[in-house]
């Protein structure tokens, strides 16, 4: 009796050791950022690495084509897990990603620090309250499906206001781009991304991608529009 | 698989009606039985499909959310990429999983406790079988689960409908309850209604010693049953706000138990009488319909239920043989011998149960109930003869002492008042209940609830042939052996004018009334109070209280918002008393009633004495508190705790004293990712009750003063009361951690219990002690044997993915157990002592048993 | 009327094309090799089909606002009519004045849940109804998890009808000022730790449907006075339970939340196979409320132990007064550390009542025990009832004392 609950015990130990020792996958280069908390850079380390930023984005953060982003008065937390991305692949630019991976993790969050220490470009005109965008932006279009743009990114465009009195589990906010002051080609083209499925390797780009999925070419172009001129 | 699936679907299809709007949902919970499907294996029924999905629950935010008490919710199970349409172009997808695969069992794999109520068996076995469609277009669907450990261990079920319309379920299932699996029955013929001795044994006629040689040769057996349930049910909303339901559920249960055979007391007469343990069969089919009609709108609901219920025991009676002799004390010897002994097994039983329940909104959020019910319970089998024995019983001295009956007046149903048993129980129900929250912050509610049990068995014995009342006690044993105890009454034959014996069967009934009202009371956002007092009226029929009333009330404090914690802390006080306690209540059912009964001179002995209180009357004193916490720590983890005291004091000098409770639990779960999660738990409980009783002074039975039922009078002296104190405790502790490593999940499982209990004695003087046990009074101790009840279950396995299809679970179970218990103290030895004959051995006081499994697991 | 014809029929008809056509992209998905990945077609296919089916239906408006010239329909104008959501826009004030006014459907095949009605907020009090769609562009995750919940799953069915139904704010009220300010705490009606609606609230919107049957008395039952929403036990947004869409994988595991010790107590060497997986607390008790004490189902604790153990109905010949009255005078029906779960070892068990004159009230030692120097049938063993078997009541003549 004895004996034999030793040989199964003895078998199954045999079997498990079989079974852990089966090769672990290899994964897709995904960004989950529900758990990154806010960053904060070397401001000036990250001026000194700036240089080959400044060849498309400026030197003081205002992009020279409204293509690229700005990236003055950023999200520092924003702009330190995008190069992150594009590093390890979840973001893919043929531009960025061979420039990301010269850099160590110190230099992003400098580089970060940096650009979003740099005083945003201001609003470049107003924009109607009544115009499509500015609805698109605020209220959304439920019928759509499109929510209100302002509810992660801010009334004003800014970044996210998050409510301090609350208790519940919290949105990475920090992670979360501002997008005053934003190049409307840029964010057409992101938003354009987001509804191809494109840019979709990072937890915060899955959440675009079901907002922008409803959105059409004449919103994103009208919400992009608007955008800038936050 | 598509064609089970096409036939599923038809079923599905063919039961669905053209539905109106409906709201309707199940109403499972408000029905007895049949609510899980698992088995020792997977208790959830669910296991294999609970893997979670390593996404988690959202892109917004990490972990998970806590329900409104603080405890985290599971990670989602990960079944996205599963479904897939049925056929080409139809509307209904579907998903499955199959787990298929060899377990082995080492080890002493008889162990009772590893197999309580579990079918191990080395063999193939069916993990899980799940198979959902659904049509999300119809919101029509179709749902099985089935697995199998063997053939008394295995469960399948289907569920079928439309959304908020329709729903059929169905299943089959046996479940295994191993009673023991170290039992030795000394008869031929265990599991049927006649128990036989084996050669040499000769009933009647062999000695203690010829009957322990032979029962050493007995081979060892298990006893126990299994439950073979199947049902059916199904659920419409047949029109507007109307749903009906009907189900039906039958049971053949079979098997067998241990049992006793009484051939009166050996303790006292050393090689005479018989104490025998017997195994009963069980043989039964129970089936079970519950059918109703509901309609729930905004203002009324209304609902109306039957519910039947039928037992059929197809075993009714259990026979079997003694291997002694009898001996009379006095007299010549005796003429007939009595080694016949017979049991009535259960009636056929038939239940039926009507009720309707009212209900209406009013306004401030109140609610008016009214529910009534009407029940009753009959059977109506025909009745067994008093004895079995053939020639002549009892004991004969001299013609003028002849105690002496003849089983022909006995041993036929000729010998009865009535040939069936005619009995029946009526039960009442009337409920009336009003609530109302006239503002968010305050609650009030009253209920009146009033119940009736209302007996109407009535059943005299009395024995035409004779002429004499009363039965024969023990197949005839106990008047063969003690002249005059046959167990009859006959008012024309002066050796019985006095005997006391009870002639009628005695109609339990009763009338329970309470009474209830409470308030809730929002103190704050996150705090309330309620307070709730009742009154409970019984008034039990027959018993030794014609009255008990009990007023509790109960302080409730719930506190949503201390700290980031759920704390809610009960305390409840109780106070019983009643009417006057009669501690003879039954005397109109005994002879002593009957018109002729002769008094003795020195009256009739005490029936028992009048200090006792039975402890469901006594009066009593209950303090009640418990506490729960539940503490959120950080965002991935909880610890909750629950600690609770109980206190009851019974106001009796002799009978319960009193019961304490206390204890504690705490538990803390910890989900850092989906991919991880993690608890442990701890837990102990201690218990003590404590009761006194009094031995009756056997030399006063036969003395004046035998009639005095007072504490301290003659029978009942001061110096034999004794006091038993049971004391108990339980560990419990588990441990359980998954994790998933991608291809590879590991979970372990650990759980130990460790059980305690000690029965302690004191007493004031070696009165209190049986006649035979006084010469050991220097060795009894204070206590028995300490029983305790100790195991430890280690359960490790491995998922591996192959493929999207095809993975394997390997696992080990590993169990260890200790017992004790000192009523099978010594019966390893000897299962024969004396003219008592013992068949279980008892639970094993060790084991380890080893399951290894090896499961191929296919999602479908 | 007219406008919402037009308007329904295209969205129903996209939305039958638009099924079989994600049906058929779905088959042909390679699906991607990790789980932690894309969200993949299927995910989407998963969402709302009324997602997938709004779009297409709303493309056709965009081109052709007469698009609603459908091929003939059995169903009638005031059939579309009744069936028009709750959740579209242009109806939500109607919603808001009558937020439990149903859409009566009297025939057709159109699921209950097509009519539901949306939640009322309290603590947000102007915001109006938003559709589904617009909550599941952001809760894309939530929104696949919760389909595999057989209550999203009704929802769901009942969108594949009629459209953006109601779904998510038939339960979270409407989602306009949440989807404005999601931060702010009370603005959607949340079940959960942190919610701000209060607990009322909660089980108020549960029950505006589950109203009756098996929650007929949940007002005033012991769990509804201790504070707790029907989320406690129940979680509708993802299946962790094979049946009653649970907070857990088993009803034992949701109860053993804050009943651990009576979950320690099934442990015990006694006990019904809750462990073992045989049974649930739910066979015997119903959680959200019962007439008898105890949250028992039936009108006594016997009739409920009747149920599986109906044998000991009877009524007998001869009954045992404890036994008729409550099972629960000897059993401890959580586990006891006793045989038969027994809340005291036999004989004592008996010993506190049986105090009759005769072999009843002896005290028993250490002597009696089978191995004792006096053995004792009346300790060893089954005890008493190695004679007294019958002690649940005897349907014998002879059977008084339950010897026979």
């Known amino acids: ?230 | 698989m598509r064609k089970m699936l096409a036939a599923s679907l038809t079923i599905a299809i063919t039961a669905s009606l053209v539905g109106s709007r409906a709201l309707a949902d199940s109403s499972d919970s408000a029905r007895v039985g049949d609510i899980q499907y698992g088995n020792a294996l997977d208790p959830t029924g669910w296991a294999p499909l609970a893997w979670p999905d390593p996404r988690g629950f959202s892109w917004l935010h990490a972990g998970m959310m806590r329900t409104p008490s603080g405890v985290l919710y599971p990670y989602p199970p990960q079944r996205d990429e599963q479904s897939s349409p049925l056929y080409r172009n139809s509307d209904w997808v579907y998903s499955g999983f199959l787990q298929i695969g060899y377990l082995h069992v080492g080890g002493d794999t008889h162990a009772e406790f590893f197999r309580q109520y579990t079918g191990w068996k080395s063999g193939i076995a069916l993990g899980l079988f799940a198979l959902y469609a659904d049509n999300p277009k119809t919101g029509q669907y179709v749902e099985f689960r089935g697995s199998r450990l063997s053939g008394d261990d295995q469960y399948y079920r289907l569920r079928a409908g439309q959304y908020g319309k329709y729903k059929i379920e169905g299943f089959y299932r046996d479940i295994p309850h191993a009673v023991s699996t170290n039992a030795y029955p000394l008869w031929n013929g265990v599991g049927s209604t006649n128990l036989t001795l084996p050669a040499p044994l000769v009933p009647g006629g062999s000695t203690p010693a010829e009957v322990a040689a032979v029962a050493n040769t007995r081979p060892r057996q298990t006893i126990g049953l299994t439950r073979q349930r199947a049902g059916l049910s199904f659920e419409d909303n047949f029109y507007r706000d109307w749903t009906g339901y009907v189900s039906i559920v039958n049971e053949q249960r079979s098997g067998d138990r241990l049992w006793g055979g009484p051939m009166f007391l050996n303790y006292i007469l050393r090689d005479n009488g018989g104490a025998l343990e017997t195994v009963r069969p069980i043989d039964f089919t129970t089936t079970n319909v519950s059918m109703g009609l509901r309609d729930v709108g905004t203002v009324w609901q209304f609902q109306l239920n039957y519910t039947g219920s039928f037992f059929r025991n197809h075993k009714d009676e259990l026979n079997y043989q003694s291997p002694f002799a009898l001996t009379n004390v006095v007299g010549v010897p005796q003429v007939a011998n009595i080694q016949q002994g017979q049991f009535s097994l259960e009636p056929d039983n038939d239940y039926h149960n009507l009720r309707a329940e009212l209900s209406r909104s009013l306004k401030w959020n109140g609610q008016f109930s009214l529910a009534a019910a009407w029940g009753t319970m009959r059977q109506n089998d025909p009745l067994l003869p008093p004895v079995t024995c053939t020639g002549t019983g009892g004991i004969f001295i001299s013609p003028s002492a002849d105690y002496t009956f003849n089983c022909a007046n006995w041993n036929t149903t000729a010998a009865l008042s009535q040939q069936t048993a005619n009995a029946r129980i009526d039960t009442g129900l009337l409920d009336a209940r009003i609530t109302l929250h006239p503002s968010p912050k305050f609650g009030w509610h009253a209920g009146l609830r009033w119940y009736r049990e209302d007996n109407k068995t009535n059943y005299l014995a009395f024995n035409p042939l004779t002429g004499q009342y009363g039965y024969i006690a023990e197949n005839g044993s106990q008047g063969s052996i003690i002249p005059g105890q046959i167990g009859i009454f006959d008012p024309r034959n002066p050796l019985y004018a006095s005997y006391v014996t009870q002639v009628r069967a005695i109609p339990f009934g009763y009338t329970d009334t309470v009474f209830d009202t409470g308030i809730d009371w929002r103190v704050s956002e996150n705090n309330t109070l309620n307070l709730t007092y009742s009154f409970d009226r019984d008034q039990p029929k027959y018993r030794e209280r014609k009255l008990v009333n009990e007023q509790r009330i109960k302080l409730g404090w719930v506190d949503r918002a201390l700290g980031k914690a759920t704390l809610r802390l009960d305390y409840e006080f109780a106070y019983r008393n009643g009417g006057p306690y009669n501690y003879d209540p039954y005397a109109p059912f005994y002879s002593t009633s009957l018109p002729g009964f002769v008094t003795p001179p020195l009256g009739n002995v005490a029936f028992t004495t009048d200090a006792m209180r039975k402890y469901d009357l006594s009066n009593r004193i209950e303090h009640k508190l418990h506490a729960t916490l539940i503490y959120p720590i950080g965002d991935t983890a909880t610890f909750s705790a629950i600690a609770y005291a109980t206190r009851d004091d019974y106001g009796a000098a002799i009978g319960r004293q009193a019961t304490r409770n206390r204890g504690f639990d705490v538990s803390w779960d910890w989900q850092p990712s989906p991919m991880t999660s993690m608890s442990a738990n701890l837990g102990r409980a201690d218990s003590s009750l404590d009761f006194t009783n009094v031995a009756d002074n056997e030399d006063v039975t036969g003395a004046p003063g035998r009639d005095n039922p007072s504490l301290g009078g003659p029978l009942f002296p001061l110096a034999n009361q004794w006091q038993g104190l049971d004391h108990e405790r339980d560990y419990n502790a588990g441990l359980t951690f998954r994790r998933d490593f991608g291809r590879v999940r590991a979970d372990l499982g650990y759980t130990y219990t460790y059980a305690l209990g000690r029965i302690g004695y004191v007493f004031a003087s070696p009165g209190a002690l049986p006649i035979t046990q006084q010469p050991f009074v220097d060795g009894v101790g204070n206590a028995f044997p300490d029983n305790h009840y100790h195991i430890n279950t280690l359960q490790l396995g491995f998922d591996i993915t192959f493929s999207r299809t095809f993975g394997m679970r390997v696992f080990d179970l590993f169990e260890t157990g200790s017992f004790a218990d000192w009523h099978y103290l010594g019966l390893q030895d000897n299962l024969v002592i004396d003219h008592r004959i013992y068949t279980d051995l008892g639970p094993q006081p060790h084991y380890s048993a080893n399951l290894v499994g090896v499961m191929l697991n296919v999602k479908l | ?404």
């Open chain 3, 1 to 404: 009327m007219v406008l919402r014809s037009a308007i329904a029929l295209p969205a129903l008809f996209a939305i039958a094309g638009a099924l079989l056509v994600a049906r058929h992209v779905a088959a042909q998905v390679v699906h991607p090799s990790t789980a932690s990945s894309a969200l993949t077609e299927r995910d989407f296919s998963r969402m709302l089909p009324a997602m997938t089916a709004q779009a297409v239906g709303n493309a056709a408006n965009d081109g052709n606002p007469h698009a609603g010239a459908l091929p003939a329909s059995a169903l009638t104008t005031e059939d579309f009519k009744r069936m028009l959501p709750r959740t579209d826009m242009r109806s939500d004030a109607d919603a808001n004045a009558h937020p439990h006014a149903h859409a009566f459907l009297d025939s057709g095949t159109a699921t209950p849940f097509d009519g539901a009605s949306i939640a009322r907020n309290p603590l947000a009090s102007d915001a109006i109804a938003i559709g589904a769609k617009s909550c599941v562009a952001c809760h894309a995750l939530e929104n696949v998890q919760a389909s595999h919940s057989l209550h999203v799953q009704a929802f769901r069915a009942g969108a594949a009808g009629t459209g953006a139904a109601a779904a998510c704010e038939a339960c979270h009220g409407p989602g306009s000022a949440h989807a404005k300010d999601p931060t702010k705490p009370g603005l959607i009606i949340a079940f959960t730790r942190d919610a701000k609606t209060p607990i009322d609230t909660q089980t108020g919107v549960c029950l505006a449907c589950h109203k009756g049957g098996a929650r007929q008395d949940w007002i005033g039952s012991v769990h509804q006075q201790h504070q707790l929403s029907c989320t406690d036990c129940h979680n509708p947004m993802a299946r962790l339970s094979a049946e009653g869409v649970l907070a857990d994988n088993s009803i034992n595991q949701v109860c053993s939340t804050c009943h651990q010790d009576i979950r320690n107590k099934f442990n015990r060497r006694s006990h019904m196979p809750l462990p073992e997986g045989q049974m649930s607390c739910v066979d015997c008790h119903n959680p959200h409320g019962t007439l008898t004490a105890g949250l028992i189902k039936t009108d006594t604790v016997n009739q409920t132990c009747y149920a599986c153990h109906a044998e000991k109905r009877g009524p007998f010949l001869f009954e045992h007064a404890p036994v008729r009255k409550d099972c629960l005078t000897c059993h401890d029906p959580h586990g006891s550390n006793q045989q038969a779960l027994l809340t005291l070892p036999v004989p004592m068990l008996c010993q506190q009542c049986h105090t009759m004159t005769g072999h009843p009230n002896d005290l028993l030692t250490t002597a009696g025990l089978a191995a004792g120097p006096a053995p004792d049938e009346r300790l060893i063993g089954r005890a008493c009832l190695t004679c007294h078997a019958n002690i649940h009541g005897s349907n014998n003549p002879s059977g008084s004392r339950f010897h026979k």
């Open chain 1, 1 to 230: 009796m004895i004996f034999t609950t030793r040989a199964t015990i003895g078998a199954s130990i045999a079997l498990l050791a079989m079974a852990v020792g089966v090769a672990l996958a290899a994964t897709v280069p995904f960004d989950d950022l529900r758990e990154q908390a806010p960053l904060h850079g070397d401001t000036a380390a990250g001026a000194t690495k700036a240089a080959v930023c400044a060849a498309c984005h400026g030197a003081n953060g205002i992009a020279v084509a409204a293509t690229f982003p700005n990236l003055a008065g950023q999200s520092q937390t924003y702009l330190y897990v995008q190069l992150r991305a594009f590093k390890d692949g979840a973001r893919t630019n043929a531009v960025m990603q061979p420039l990301a991976r010269t850099l160590t993790d110190a230099d992003m969050r400098n580089l970060a620090a940096h650009f979003a220490s740099l005083p945003g470009r201001p609003a470049a005109h107003t924009a109607q309250a009544t115009s499509r965008g500015s609805i698109l932006f605020h209220d959304g279009d439920a019928a759509r499906g499109v929510p209100p743009c302002q509810g992660c990114h801010g009334v004003d465009g800014r970044g996210p206001h998050p409510d301090a009195a609350s208790t519940a589990p919290q949105p990475a906010w920090s992670t979360f781009p501002v997008l005053a002051g934003q190049n409307a080609p840029y964010v057409l083209a992101q938003l354009q991304a987001y509804h191809d499925g494109t840019r979709i390797g990072t937890s915060n780009d899955k959440v675009m991608q079901g907002v922008a999925h409803n959105l059409d070419a004449a919103d994103m172009q009208v919400l992009a529009d608007y955008v800038s001129t936050l």
